[in-house]
């Protein structure tokens, strides 16, 4: 078991940019793959992103091309590169290790 902590959310306007940063407390390395996941209000939890120690991720449909995942092993950090957010963009994220290591979650708010 890993704490996972996220940061890196806010208030952005359509088209604009953020990055979600988490960070272990042990080493991720041996956790393949590390995922984020978003969740609206109402809506169910959605996984948006897993990414790979081979150095590939593969996301949902709705952010391919817009979103970028990526990993650093060795600072025991996961990164979500979000671009060109949208406003149904808005939920709270949240980085996992799966199965059962989950973060506190970072609010992400696309609004003009």
């Known amino acids: 078991q890993v704490q996972l902590v996220e940061s890196g959310g806010g208030l952005v306007q359509p088209g604009g940019s953020l990055r979600l940063s988490c960070v272990a407390s042990?080493?991720?390395?041996?956790?393949?793959?590390m995922r984020w996941y978003r969740q609206a209000p109402g809506k169910q939890r959605e996984r948006v992103a897993s990414?790979?120690?081979?150095?590939?991720?593969v996301y949902v449909d709705s952010v391919e091309g817009r979103f970028t995942a990526s990993r650093d092993n060795g600072n025991s950090a996961v990164y979500l590169q979000m671009n060109n957010l949208q406003p149904d963009d808005t939920a709270c994220y949240y980085c996992?290790?799966?199965?059962?290591?989950w973060g506190q979650g970072t609010q992400v708010t696309v609004s003009s």
């Open positions: 042990g080493s991720i390395s041996t956790i393949n793959p």
């Open positions: 990414v790979f120690n081979a150095g590939y991720a």
């Open positions: 996992n290790g799966p199965p059962d290591n």
